[in-house]
């Protein structure tokens, strides 16, 4: 390519950057219940900062994309062919992806749109050059999206993590007590939780981040790499299960003491598990199968065909796309919010139905406020319907019955598994479970049961107290179990069906020192008189 074309192709790419800038800084994000900001970038950049969020891994993944790129611009360096047709392709489609995100109230989906545009702008300034030597780093760079979606799938490795160091402390002769994600000695001389940081979603998505590295590095064919990664999932799981027996094991042996320094230490050991048979798979293939081993590669020869449209024009249609979208989201923004609540209004159109303060002659609910932190972090358009009802004739049973209503933000309602280990509970196991509408004639809504317990100290000595939580969300038309369901559903009516209806989340608490079975049976009480001031029959299931 001529000096000329070069410098032309470079400021079309500037003048598309600007242009995505502005976009994704003005009109990047549309949640605002947790952090107020329209920008996407700075939606991003809070959560690489915010422990909660479990993504300060995000700044090695930005040093390791940094130095993928440095290395593939030295390889691919006598590469100057253009990328015209691949650089609007991916600028075009990131716009179009991010007006679904925003649309959806979903940031992750418009940082991938970020991605693409990125990747557009780099492929357009350099050509091809610059387009392969970004493509896997600003791929890899998924690594550093904020993975809350995927508790679930942390909470699961994080109690079979636990189990497994159970069953390796009993294998071992050490009469370990497990009760959720604690583990403890019967005498009392050791007690230890096994929190998500320790063998969940972090972990896994630092390890497998770190297992493709190597896979790129290593490997030259994409399949390869990717088997790397998926290898790394087992050894992932072996790593915290030994972490988590070698503490009760030193535990056993000196105390707590002797488990806290373990523990620290086999906080790198888990790395040297995983990377270590990571690094040990990738050297067993490439000996047996030299071919397959990464190394330079040889410059493309010839040309792409002449594109079909000039880098300046190029950036034109970038910019007009940009201002369409930018308009577009601000068309959205301006709407009034959607009236459709998923339960009965209160006279102020804000909250829920106030609940009854009598159910028969047996409960006598008392009203609970939000506490002055919801208040602060959710949005003001957010309502409450809150009771605490306690039973006469047994003064040790009660059950929290609690409805937040979304306003416009879906922010309003999250995963209440999130707000349960905020306040210190553990979360034991889940499960699905059918409720009777009354008067239905027996139909059912699914809900989803948590088992849950917190430590209490009485008398100088800690006892768990177990507890059953219940949660469903209701839209305009229809129940689901899960925030997944629900968000699927909130995206597909806000992005086909242009509405977003109110959702509520409905949320019962109850002890559970008799069993489950009567907690629960407690709970379908408490439905059956409260139900109908609350809930609309919406869509039920026949009963089995």
Partial sequence: MSAPAVKRDL???????GAVFVLFQWWGNATHGYIATNSLFYWWGFQWVNPESETEHAWLILALSIFLTVGNLRRFRAERR??????????????????????CQQPRLSILALLLCLWGVLALGGGWRWGRAALFPVGFMVFAVPVNALDTVGFWLQMWVVQAGEKVAHALGIGVIRNGTQLFAPDGRYQYDVVAACSGIRSLMALTALALFIGYLWFRPAWLRLALLLASLPLVYLGNVVRISSIVIA???????????????????????VLGGVLAFAEVVCRRW????????????????RPWIASPWVAVVVVAAAGLDAAFLSY???LPPDERPGVLLAGDGTNPAELPTYLGSVWMGRRVEPAPIERTILPPDTGFSRKLYLNLDHPGERVLVSIVLSGRDRTSIHRPELCLVGQGWTIDGSSRHPFVYPGSGGRTFEATLLSVHREVVVGGVARPVP?????????????????????????WNRLVRGRAPRWAYVF???????????AVARMQGILDAALPSFQPPGRLRATP
């Fill in 251 to 273: 535990a056993q042996r000196g105390g707590q003491s002797w488990g806290d320094r373990v523990h620290d230490v086999m906080g790198y050991g888990v790395f040297v598990i």
């Fill in 11 to 17: 400021a079309a790419a500037a003048v598309c950057a």
């Fill in 508 to 518: 019962l608490q109850t002890g559970a020192d008799g069993g489950i079975d009567p």
């Fill in 82 to 103: 253009p990328a015209g047709r691949a650089a609007t392709g991916a600028l075009l489609a990131g716009l179009a992806l991010h007006a679904v995100g925003f649309v």
């Fill in 332 to 334: 959205r923004s301006s």
């Fill in 467 to 491: 507890e059953v939580v219940a949660y469903w969300f209701v839209g305009d038309d229809r129940v689901v179990a899960s925030q997944g369901a629900r968000m699927f559903f909130d995206a």
């Fill in 290 to 305: 030299p071919s397959v081993a990464a190394g330079p590669e040889p410059a493309a020869s010839g040309a792409e065909p």
